[in-house]
């Protein structure tokens, strides 16, 4: 019987699988070798200055990732974490040696969005559809948004709105000094007051309620425009 050590493998016992050397039939080199790099180069360099800002990204590093990200389908973090633990991504990217570090911040993903325009990522999507790759302009929006704000995707939606706060609700309560809550409150006293008559056995008049008089006033107040302190005690102390 063969046993084997529960000892963690240190990492100097661990033997390289390349030895310096690629798999020549790899996916990804044979996808390399296949896109057309300076085609994709010059779309995404055309809205680029030559004078102006800090020296970019070299394109086909940027290109390629955007690639992995969406072949993959992974976040903006975890397409920087792939490529820095493969050898053959960073062949993808046209690193000319394995490195240990990020190829660049997963935050530059957004800044890439924003500068490509959305027919930048048609024409980028168009020349990578034979190669079954697409880039799209909806679909990077969309893992922005799945990415960088999860909150609220385990809460249900109330009427496609969104509370962005712990002082904002939904406004279905009336403010505690709105007539509209007297009024509620008198419309319902009139209707218990309908049933509970209709249980007394007696041939004297059903008591005046003054409810079209009351329902007058109602509609007079709210229909005023300017209510102020006065306004609102006076209305309140109305019979």
Not at 94 to 110: A, G, I, R, T, Y
Not at 162 to 186: G, M
Not at 207 to 222: E, V
Request: zero cysteines.
């Amino acid at each position: 019987m063969i046993k084997h050590s529960p000892d963690q493998l240190e990492i100097s016992d661990f033997m390289d699988p390349y030895l310096g050397v690629l798999n020549p039939n790899n996916r990804w080199i044979i996808l390399a070798k296949e896109i057309p790099w300076r085609q994709l180069k010059r779309i995404y360099e055309r809205n680029m200055s030559s004078d102006k800002g800090a020296r970019p990204k070299p394109a086909r590093l940027v290109i390629g990732a955007l690639i992995i990200k969406h072949k993959y389908k992974l976040s903006d973090r975890e397409t920087i974490e792939q490529i820095k633990e493969s050898p053959y991504l960073q062949y993808f990217v046209e690193l000319h040696k394995f490195q240990h570090d990020q190829v660049f911040d997963s935050s530059l993903f957004p800044t890439i969005r924003k500068r490509l325009t959305i027919k930048d990522f048609n024409d980028l999507s168009h020349l990578l559809q034979s190669h079954d790759v697409s880039i799209d302009e909806q679909s990077e929006l969309r893992d922005e948004k799945d990415v960088e704000s999860n909150t609220n995707s385990n809460k249900p939606e109330i009427e496609n709105s969104i509370s962005v706060d712990a002082t904002v609700a939904v406004q279905e309560i009336p403010y505690p000094t709105d007539l509209a809550l007297i009024n509620k409150a008198r419309i319902e006293s009139e209707k218990i007051i309908d049933i509970l008559w209709k249980f007394v056995k007696t041939d004297s008049k059903k008591p005046r309620s003054y409810r079209q008089k009351a329902q007058k006033d109602f509609l007079t107040l709210t229909r005023k425009k300017k209510k102020g302190a006065d306004f609102w005690r006076a209305a309140n102390r109305k019979p």
